[in-house]
């Protein structure tokens, strides 16, 4: 059966022709600027349940506004599309893509619970769509080279692991400017712990696997976005063994320390943005900053968008990942309002 056309690859020499569907996350600035960096790119279309939002959006990319978000579903010149809307409108516009056919780059998270993130990877693994999340911590050179280690086995026997992901988002109250819906965990699904700890969460089973059980302290202090939590900490227990905690906040005024990995061979952590590896067998002391790094691969929207153009060395984050992140997430909050061990349901084995 041929493709439709809107699945088809962009011919030689012709752009990538891209709509943003919905514009409300506090990121769509910085992906509006990267695609106006992008000449293999065109945006056509943008469509927000909030108008001035979607003119605003449709101007600064010289695209057209879409009456209604039907209009790109419809439209067999748009290729992918960027969800940037708020969490809680993911599942209806994530199913609508999927079954238009076009390619999706979804804002963390997939879904607001890990029941609908899960359908949404099934319809989109369905339709056969490339998909992707804005993950970037995965292009990082010092994660890309301890994920190699590791998969190589000269860590020894893992045993523990550690990620902090913080800032100072509610001291400087930086949702106050069009970004509210970020504190209300109704619609956006999480608060603070959810929307930072989800990417050192990721790195975290990139590295080490599923994870069987967490439990967490997850908390509001300040109150400055009423019951919003604003820091939190979770430990919880990987399928493997290794022992993990993660911290996410919008409390602190750094983040010196932003990953920890210990095995009974190596132990390697991440100060200041600079990486640690001390691993004894290998000669390698771990006194100063390790240098001997891969190359940084493309943002995880130039990946999307090279791999709609044809590339197959890109390396992007599955529905199903992007789904079991949230599930995880989901435990760790169950844990917290019960003060207990959760156990993560609803994963899929990885590949």
């Not at 590896?277 to 493309?298: E, M, S, T, V």
């Not at 309002?337 to 959760?342: E, K, L, N, V």
């Amino acid at each position: 059966m041929a493709k439709s056309p809107s699945r088809r690859r962009p011919e030689k020499g012709r752009k990538v022709v891209l709509a943003i569907v919905g514009a409300a996350h506090i990121h769509t600035p910085g992906f509006v600027q990267a695609l106006k960096r992008m000449p293999q790119v065109r945006v056509k279309a943008v469509w927000d349940h909030d108008p001035a939002r979607a003119v605003k959006t449709a101007y600064e990319l010289g695209a057209t506004v879409a009456a209604t978000a039907g209009q790109i579903w419809s439209d067999p010149e748009i290729a992918g599309v960027l969800i940037c809307s708020e969490t809680n409108r993911h599942r209806a516009l994530v199913l609508a893509a999927a079954k238009a056919g076009k390619h999706l780059f979804v804002e963390k998270p997939l879904g607001m619970n890990g029941r609908e993130s899960f359908e949404m990877a099934a319809a989109i693994e369905k339709a056969g769509l490339i998909f992707t999340t804005g993950y970037f911590q995965r292009t990082d050179p010092k994660h890309l080279f301890l994920r190699k280690e590791i998969a190589a086995g000269r860590f020894g026997t893992l045993t523990r692991a550690r990620a902090s992901n913080c800032h100072g988002g509610s001291l400087g109250r930086w949702f106050d400017s069009g970004w509210l819906w970020m504190t209300e965990p109704k619609v956006a699904g999480a608060g603070a712990f959810g929307d930072l700890g989800t990417h050192k969460l990721d790195i975290l089973m990139w590295l080490l696997g599923d994870i069987a059980s967490a439990t967490a302290v997850i908390k509001p202090v300040l109150r400055n976005y009423g019951d919003c939590d604003e820091v939190g900490e979770a430990l919880f227990t990987f399928k493997s063994g290794v022992i993990g905690t993660l911290a996410g906040s919008w409390l602190d005024v750094d983040n010196p320390v932003s990953l920890l990995v210990s095995g009974t061979k190596a132990h390697a952590v991440i100060v200041k943005d600079k990486l640690y590896y001390h691993n004894p067998a290998r000669g390698i002391r771990g006194d100063k900053p390790f240098a001997k790094l891969p190359p940084q691969p493309l943002s995880p929207l130039g990946q999307f968008v090279a791999a709609i153009r044809g590339s197959r060395v890109q390396p992007l984050v599955s529905a199903r990942e992007a789904a079991a992140r949230v599930a995880v997430m989901e435990a760790m909050y169950r844990g917290a309002r019960s003060d207990s061990w959760a156990r993560v349901a609803g994963q899929i084995k990885r590949k």
